[in-house]
């Protein structure tokens, strides 16, 4: 029987995805797309987790979508299979998602790390959109997200010219949130995602929509939803529990009501 190409864990409240195709650079083909959008749907209903973590191996986050896939493909072929429209289902998770990136983070790959919430760094992890390479462009938000997460000069140079970023770059430009060594890369994302698993959940979760409405929509608009968001929290058990351990000096003890 051949390896299954994505393989979970969990770790306390973390719910861990792997993608396992070492092989080939744990290049996205349709597999392992499809596999991994319903891993993070079933960790997304699992009361026992309270965020998400999805990595590839020490050499590769993942080299990108599946090139020998694509390479023959027609414009009706991509428009139709519904690869990038999977994309749209991650979106959707509530829970909080860490990418934890080491070696090649390329392409698809990038924009999958992009689409998660935050993306922790190993020190050998290098990011770029070498869709100009293969003669076509970024198609799963490459172009979007990177331009909103480092600007638009820099972006341009890794979607025209194939630019690679460090990961000392990357932290510098904003794509990722920390760097830490190779052998702690992994733990550290799964630390992170512990970390706010324990915190109030309806609070993560209207913090995580949030901070992505900031990408999404104009400021006036993001504005009213924040403030909208947060008198809703004011409806909630966990706002009371804060707020009242808070003065009375203890720890709180959220619900997630
Ligand atoms: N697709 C298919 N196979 C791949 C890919 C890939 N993206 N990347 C690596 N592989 C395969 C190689 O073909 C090779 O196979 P084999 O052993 O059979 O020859 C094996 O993995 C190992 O690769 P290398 O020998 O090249 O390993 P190196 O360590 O020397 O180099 C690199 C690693 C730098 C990652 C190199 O393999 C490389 O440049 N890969 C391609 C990177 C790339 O161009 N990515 C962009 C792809 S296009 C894309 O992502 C568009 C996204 C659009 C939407 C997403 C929808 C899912």
Redesign the pocket.
């Known amino acids: 029987m051949s390896e299954p190409v994505i393989l979970t864990e969990t770790h306390n409240r973390a719910g861990l995805i792997r993608i396992n195709r070492p092989?080939?650079?744990n290049?996205?083909?349709g597999a392992v797309?499809t596999q991994l959008v319903e891993a993070a749907e079933r960790f997304d209903a699992d009361p026992n987790i309270g965020a998400i973590v999805i990595t590839g191996d020490e050499?590769?986050f993942?080299?990108?979508?599946?090139?020998?896939?694509?390479k023959d493909a027609t414009t009706v072929e991509m428009m139709t299979s519904g690869?990038?429209e999977?994309?749209d289902r991650l979106r959707r998770v509530k829970k909080p998602i860490i990418a934890a990136v080491s070696g090649?983070c390329?392409?698809?790959?990038n924009?999958?790390a992009m689409a998660c919430d935050m993306i922790v760094a190993s020190e050998t992890a290098t990011f770029?959109?070498?869709?100009i390479?293969?003669g076509?462009i970024?198609?799963?938000g490459?172009t979007q997200r990177l331009t909103r997460a480092v600007g638009k000069s820099i972006a341009m140079e890794m979607v025209l010219n194939g630019r690679f970023l460090s990961a000392k770059e990357a932290l510098h430009y904003g794509l990722v949130c920390r760097v830490v060594p190779v052998e702690n890369y992994l733990t550290s994302a799964l630390e992170l995602a512990n970390e706010i698993a324990a915190r109030a959940p309806l609070a993560v979760q209207f913090g995580k929509q949030m901070v992505n409405r900031a990408f999404e929509t104009v400021l006036a608009d993001g504005i009213a939803d924040e403030r909208a968001a947060f008198y809703l929290l004011f409806s909630t058990n966990d706002q009371k529990e804060g707020m009242a351990a808070f003065l009375e000096k203890r720890k709180p003890n959220w619900q997630g009501k």
């Open positions: 092989k080939q650079r290049a996205l083909n797309m050499a590769a993942a080299a990108g979508a599946d090139i020998a896939e694509m690869r990038i999977l994309w090649w390329l392409g698809g790959g924009e999958l770029g959109q070498p869709e390479n293969l076509v970024p198609g799963a490459g």
